[in-house]
């Protein structure tokens, strides 16, 4: 760590940055508009691989972001998988656990919140009756998520944790997806 960035570097965020980030994002509010992209292709039975894909930023590829990711997904064998991999169940509560990690840091750092440790537990409820079609009163997709947060700080009170737990589920963009409806479109490929 440079002796710069000592004084601003709180829970591994730069404040600056993110100031300057801020910042940025009021004076051209078109630089918020980010496109993640992953592509995907079935293995067998449950299984399916993915990479991600380049990242845009206002249309424009960011470019210091070369790196690809692997993903790979299946079922448990009571779930028809293999259990070669996780599941896209527990890949949506990976997505959520990730998105509240980046959003308590964040936010903490922003409110001056020192966090000594935090951790997230999470579960998803499913009805499978509605993936199997055994039942069309049944939506398909999830039930419930409950997320239990143990933070600890050395110079916040409870009620300060509480106020950043709040932030966190205010401006989440995972949680928000999931909690609100979203447009998704399916198309077949020629």
């Given at each position: 760590m440079t002796t710069d960035h000592a004084t601003t570097d709180l829970n591994g965020v730069d404040l600056t940055a993110l100031r300057e980030t801020q910042d940025a994002v009021?004076?051209?509010?078109?630089?918020?508009?980010?496109?993640?992209?992953?592509?995907?292709?079935?293995?067998?039975?449950?299984?399916?691989?993915?990479?991600?894909?380049?990242?845009?930023?206002?249309?424009?590829?960011?470019?210091?972001?070369?790196?690809?990711?692997?993903l790979e997904s299946d079922e448990p064998a009571a779930l028809l998988g293999s259990d070669h991999a996780a599941s896209p169940g527990e890949y949506v509560l990976q997505a959520l656990a990730g998105c509240y990690a980046v959003t308590f840091a964040a936010n903490a750092t922003s409110r001056g919140i020192e966090l000594s440790a935090l951790s997230l537990d999470l579960e998803v409820d499913f009805d499978l009756q509605g993936f199997l079609g055994t039942d069309d009163r049944v939506r398909p997709g999830a039930q419930a998520i409950r997320v239990t947060v143990r933070a600890a700080s050395p110079n916040a009170s409870r009620e300060e944790l509480e106020s950043l737990v709040g932030a966190v589920e205010a401006h989440s963009p995972v949680r928000d997806t999931l909690a609100n409806p979203v447009e998704v479109v399916t198309t077949l490929a020629d």
């Open positions: 009021r004076a051209r509010p078109e630089l918020a508009q980010v496109t993640f992209a992953l592509g995907s292709q079935w293995l067998t039975g449950c299984r399916q691989q993915a990479t991600t894909g380049e990242v845009l930023q206002n249309g424009a590829v960011v470019e210091d972001r070369t790196a690809r990711y692997t």
